[in-house]
């Protein structure tokens, strides 16, 4: 019996599934099953995946006849021997030191799952690059221990979706009944099973190592999708199903944590759809949103970014925030200007700056960076192989230098100090509605 099942569901990925299954079984902890699991492709990926398997004897393919990632998964924990289950998702890749690490975990302190994190990545002009991703909701004290939930039960819904960053106990999931949800399509039954998870376990690790290579720009993925506008409500509906049949049993802050989850998963789908569909789905959850919106011993709990979202959804203010036409056009104006400098001061170096980063590595920009910070701790470190400044240094080369500033809640205060603190007429790009590394990708390649 191997010590980790490795599932892999596929369905037309042939411009990766290559790089994926060979990331897989070049993994230095070689105690794998890997079993493939694909839904019907025609583009010549169950081939490759024949092919790799005649030679790897590990590797086991299984034909699903319904095409749905759910469905597929669900076969794959079936069919595993594993003691734990891994996820592989066929456009991404993992570093080859994954598995032994999350192993290494789980092992030494008996838990229902560890999880990493994870980085995201873009092929482009025979070029990978990668950008790790932050987990900024989880705290920096439930790294790297053993955490029991009974204890902590804010700790279960900290770390959610990105399924495929751990290992799971295969004797958990069964003897816990933690099935996938089997609607069609790759329709985000991550939400679902990675709730359940946290919700039904004892004891986990969340590992502080990003292992995993995520892809944002695979074009067939389903969070691109306006077809599936209602799906994430079904997903919230089955996890309700789910532990109502258990009888599951939690405090009044893991209840409004599941509220709070739900809430911001529905901002997410909500601003992901263009305006149309977004009307439909608004209409969808209307009366539920407006229940919560009542629910007194909720909002009370909750902070103004959670009640503005509910009001935005029902229509009642104005989506500020949200990556709007018009933010689009912003975003288009500033890569036309961007492009054109040769020498730039970067403001701040946070999530914006890097961002930026990647849009000017996936742009082949050649330009000359200075990197200026308000924030005494970074002072000195090196970010994305520049030395950080203090602000006051930005009078040693404004004069030569386009000074952008990436930050989206302090720009005003930013562009005022700089003023301050320098003399004549300088180039300022205030920068406060940068999207997504995916969205930029998107529009990058339109202009």
């Known amino acids: 019996m191997s010590k980790i099942s490795v599932i892999m569901p596929s369905l037309n990925v042939r411009p990766y599934i290559e790089k994926c299954l060979g990331s897989v079984v070049s993994q230095s902890f070689k105690d794998l099953e890997i079993i493939c699991v694909d839904a019907g492709s025609t583009d010549g990926t169950l081939e490759i995946i024949n092919e790799f398997a005649r030679k790897d004897s590990r590797i086991k393919v299984i034909n699903s006849d319904v095409k749905s990632y759910g469905y597929q998964m669900n076969l794959g924990i079936r069919y595993a021997k594993g003691e734990y289950i891994g996820i592989v998702e066929t456009d ?30 873009v092929e482009h002009n025979g070029r990978t690059m990668v950008s790790e991703c932050k987990r900024t909701k989880i705290k920096q004290n439930y790294l790297g221990r053993k955490i029991y939930l009974e204890k902590e039960p804010e700790a279960r819904l900290t770390d959610l979706n990105h399924i495929w960053s751990g290992i799971y106990s295969r004797a958990f999931l069964i003897s816990n009944n933690i099935w996938f949800n089997e609607t069609p399509g790759a329709s985000f039954q991550d939400t679902s099973f990675s709730i359940l998870v946290g919700m039904l376990s004892r004891t986990c690790i969340y590992a502080d190592m990003a292992k995993y290579y995520y892809r944002i720009d695979n ?65 969808n959850i209307r009366e539920e949103l407006s229940w919560l919106l009542n629910d007194k011993d909720f909002t009370i709990q909750m902070d103004s970014k959670i009640i503005d979202s509910i009001a935005i959804m029902l229509g009642e203010k104005e989506d500020v925030p949200a990556y709007s036409k018009n933010a689009e056009k912003n975003t288009v104006d500033f890569i036309k200007r961007l492009m054109n400098k040769k020498r730039i001061v970067l403001v701040c170096a946070g999530e914006y700056a890097d961002r930026l980063f990647f849009l000017k590595e996936y742009s082949n920009q ?57 003399n004549g007429k300088i180039d300022v790009i205030v920068y406060d509605d940068l999207p997504q590394r995916e969205d930029m990708i998107r529009i990058f390649n339109r202009i």
């Not at 691109?224 to 199903?241: A, G, H, L, M």
């Not at 944590?257 to 263009?274: C, H, P």
């Not at 080369?397 to 005022?416: G, Q, R, V």
């Open 92 to 121: 991404d890749f993992i570093d080859q030191e994954m598995y032994q690490t999350l192993y290494n975990f789980i092992v030494q302190d008996d838990v229902d799952f560890v999880k990493g994190s994870y980085k995201e990545f």
């Open 219 to 283: 074009p067939d993925s389903s969070v691109k999708s306006d077809s599936k506008i209602n799906c994430i409500i079904d997903e919230f509906k089955y996890v309700e199903n789910e532990l109502n049949k258990r009888n599951v049993s939690y405090d009044y802050k893991v209840k409004n944590m599941l509220k709070q989850i739900k809430i911001n998963i529905y901002k997410w789908n909500y601003s992901r759809l263009t305006e149309n569909s977004a009307k439909e789905f608004s209409e």
């Open 366 to 422: 050649d330009c000359d960076i200075e990197i200026v910070d308000n924030n005494s701790t970074k002072h000195g470190i090196m970010f994305h192989g520049h030395i950080v400044k203090s602000m006051s240094d930005i009078k040693e080369f404004y004069s030569d230098y386009s000074i952008i500033i990436a930050n989206k809640y302090s720009a005003d205060e930013l562009y005022n100090q700089i003023c301050g603190l320098v």
